[in-house]
């Protein structure tokens, strides 16, 4: 039986996507202290990978396709195929920066001021070509992990990736420039994606991926209305498309369910209460295709 390699992302975003494949249809198990995911289709295999590690692991074909950032894509240097854009992280859904950053009391205020300065990463090669880009000479040196506490005395500045910016916070650093916008990407090797049932496997995953992060910004509407008071009511309420409208079985109402944006519900409800609507129920979705 054919089968599709996918590289499951360990670490910060392992919980994260975990949670998003189940809102996907995909049952994904993580035993402890084991690298073999299981999941609930047959026709996948699991493993779990680094995110760092993950584009030079699908672009040199051991994995067929793989969820990591666009910012370890740009490191490896691997040419993998970007199937579609994942914006979610460990904690929000908005896109993660690579920041410059140094202590608040630091006398640098650019990446001028970096000339013959030690800078601690885990991008060496990112933070190399920014250096390069405004000829600026200066150590680089790879960070294996708490990068924040390093400056002033380890390093006089760091180039990390943040969130929310409060773990710079807490150590007392300041953002000088931002280095670079990532987000999740859903790659693949080149040659698995020519091979026919692996594109539609990765296919149908991205599809589905999508939709969950799209059902996250939506939520479904369902109310009733006197026939009297219909046409004035669907002027009042958008729809991603026209939504559904049903009669009530022996009686002059209508039943409507349509699909809003969630950031405008707060606002839609006490419209809608106004032009007569009755039994306005709000529900969560977990996919929005299409």
């Given at each position: 039986?054919?089968?599709?390699?996918?590289?499951?992302?360990?670490?910060?975003?392992?919980?994260?996507?975990?949670?998003?494949?189940?809102?996907?249809?995909?049952?994904?198990?993580?035993?402890?202290?084991?690298?073999?995911?299981s999941i609930d289709d047959e026709e996948i295999e699991c493993l779990l990978i680094r995110a760092q590690e993950m584009a030079r692991y699908v672009g040199e074909g051991l994995m067929d396709c793989g969820l990591t950032g666009l910012d370890w894509i740009k490191e490896s240097g691997e040419e993998v195929v970007e199937i579609c854009e994942l914006v979610y992280g460990k904690v929000g859904r908005k896109?993660?920066?690579?920041?410059?950053?140094?202590?608040?009391?630091?006398?640098i205020k650019s990446v001028q001021d970096l000339e013959g300065k030690r800078i601690a990463t885990e991008a060496v090669g990112m933070t190399e070509r920014y250096l390069a880009q405004h000829g600026v000479t200066a150590k680089v040196e790879f960070s294996w992990g708490a990068t924040e506490?390093?400056?002033?005395?380890?390093?006089?500045?760091?180039v990390e990736i943040t969130e929310t910016g409060s773990s710079l916070k807490a150590n007392n650093l300041r953002i000088v420039d931002i280095l670079l916008e990532t987000t999740t990407r859903f790659i693949a090797n080149k040659e698995?994606?020519?091979?026919?049932?692996?594109?539609?496997?990765?296919?149908?995953?991205?599809?589905?991926?999508?939709?969950?992060?799209?059902?996250?910004k939506k939520v479904g509407l369902m109310m009733n209305i006197h026939k009297d008071q219909l046409d004035d009511l669907i002027?009042?309420?958008?729809?991603?498309?026209?939504?559904?409208?049903?009669?009530?079985?022996?009686?002059?109402?209508?039943?409507?369910?349509?699909?809003?944006?969630?950031?405008?519900?707060?606002?839609?409800?006490?419209?809608?209460?106004?032009?007569?609507?009755?039994?306005?129920?709000?529900?969560?979705?977990?996919?929005?295709?299409?």
């Amino acid at each position: 039986m054919p089968l599709l390699k996918l590289g499951f992302p360990k670490g910060s975003l392992q919980d994260t996507t975990q949670e998003m494949f189940a809102k996907a249809g995909y049952k994904v198990s993580i035993r402890s202290r084991s690298y073999y995911p299981s999941i609930d289709d047959e026709e996948i295999e699991c493993l779990l990978i680094r995110a760092q590690e993950m584009a030079r692991y699908v672009g040199e074909g051991l994995m067929d396709c793989g969820l990591t950032g666009l910012d370890w894509i740009k490191e490896s240097g691997e040419e993998v195929v970007e199937i579609c854009e994942l914006v979610y992280g460990k904690v929000g859904r908005k896109p993660l920066r690579w920041v410059l950053a140094v202590p608040q009391d630091s006398e640098i205020k650019s990446v001028q001021d970096l000339e013959g300065k030690r800078i601690a990463t885990e991008a060496v090669g990112m933070t190399e070509r920014y250096l390069a880009q405004h000829g600026v000479t200066a150590k680089v040196e790879f960070s294996w992990g708490a990068t924040e506490v390093k400056p002033p005395k380890l390093a006089d500045a760091i180039v990390e990736i943040t969130e929310t910016g409060s773990s710079l916070k807490a150590n007392n650093l300041r953002i000088v420039d931002i280095l670079l916008e990532t987000t999740t990407r859903f790659i693949a090797n080149k040659e698995a994606y020519q091979d026919p049932f692996k594109k539609k496997k990765i296919d149908q995953l991205a599809l589905l991926l999508q939709a969950v992060l799209e059902a996250e910004k939506k939520v479904g509407l369902m109310m009733n209305i006197h026939k009297d008071q219909l046409d004035d009511l669907i002027t009042k309420l958008p729809a991603m498309n026209r939504p559904t409208i049903s009669p009530l079985y022996g009686s002059d109402y209508f039943a409507i369910n349509t699909v809003v944006d969630e950031h405008a519900v707060r606002e839609m409800i006490p419209d809608l209460l106004a032009a007569g609507a009755e039994g306005i129920v709000e529900y969560a979705l977990n996919k929005v295709v299409g």
